[in-house]
Structures are given as C-alpha cells and as structure tokens.
C-alpha cells in the first residue's frame, strides 16, 4: 500500500513539473526584412511570459511580454535602455496561441496577411519604480535607463517626426517605440 502512495506520489510531482514548465521555442533563421537576426521565442507557461530575442550584434534586443500583469519590456541592448508598455491584447497573440500563431505565420509568411503594427510613445520621465511592473521586468530592466511608453493611435502617430524603435516579432507584430530615449 505504502508503495502505491508514493508511486502515485512521484507520478503527481512528475506529472506537475512537466505541465508547468513546458517551454517551447520558435527559431526564425531567415526573417523577412530582419537583415540576418535570428529571432526565438520562448513561453513560460508556469510564469505566464514569453521572452522574445533578436540576436543581430550590436543591434541586438530583447522583449519580455507578461501576461500576469499585462505589461511587456524591449530592452534596447545599444541604448543600455529598457522601455516598458502594456500588451496590447487585441494585437498581441495569447500566451496560448504565441506558437502556433508563430508557425502559421511563418509558413505563409508572404501569402498570409500583414503583422499588425503598434505604435508608442516613450514618455520624458526616467522609472524609477520598476516593482509595479512585476518581477520578471523587474529583474530584466534593473540597473537600465528605463522608461514607459505609451500607445498611440490613429492619426497623431503619423506626424511623429523624431527617431524611433522598430521591433518585428516573428511576422506577428510590428511595434514601433518612438521618443527621446532612443537617441541618447
């Protein structure tokens, strides 16, 4: 009997890792118009994130998207800075559909419809504050000029006229971060 229990013991630890830890990674040798990066995505399902690398030198960044508190980060490795905005859930797939979505649009990759695109603002004010975003951003943008950004809609993002951020995720999302952190 003492057997059975700690068989169905180890079976429900097994079992429980297995299920909370099932990273995956989605590899982009070739992306459309990325110039030679090399993109992966990874999801955490256990913490509810998905980390998002584009390796390209010196122009090289990082994306952090937090499902659990709704923010994400892109630290901008030339800038030694890392800018912080919310998920647009509208735009950006679910943690859920992260690698499918991927695959899809990878295979129909000029076929398919064009990635989405988001805008934002950096606003002037450094953060001092980066708890309030959560602790994988936290730990990702500690000791970074780090700065929020906000979405912009519509009309007002097209007479932007300053320098910006392009980040293209895997053929899903086109994000654009635009404002004074990008220069310096």
Known sequence: MKLVIVCIGLLGLLQ?????????????????????????????????????????????????????????????????????????????PGLQDLEKTAKEKRANVHTGPSPKSLHYQIEPEEVKNLTQFGTPIENMCKGLRTYKAQEVQGQSFSFFSGSCFNADLLWLVNISICGEATTV
């Open 16 to 92: 429980g890792s297995t299920f909370a830890d099932s990273n995956i990674s989605v590899s982009d040798d070739n992306n459309v118009g990325g110039g030679g990066a090399q993109q992966t995505v990874s999801v955490n399902h256990s913490h509810n994130v998905a980390n998002i690398d584009n390796d390209k030198g010196w122009e090289s960044w990082h994306s952090l998207w937090d499902y659990n508190t709704g923010f994400a980060a892109t630290r901008i490795f030339a800038k030694k800075t890392c800018i912080v905005y919310r998920l647009n859930r509208d735009v950006v």
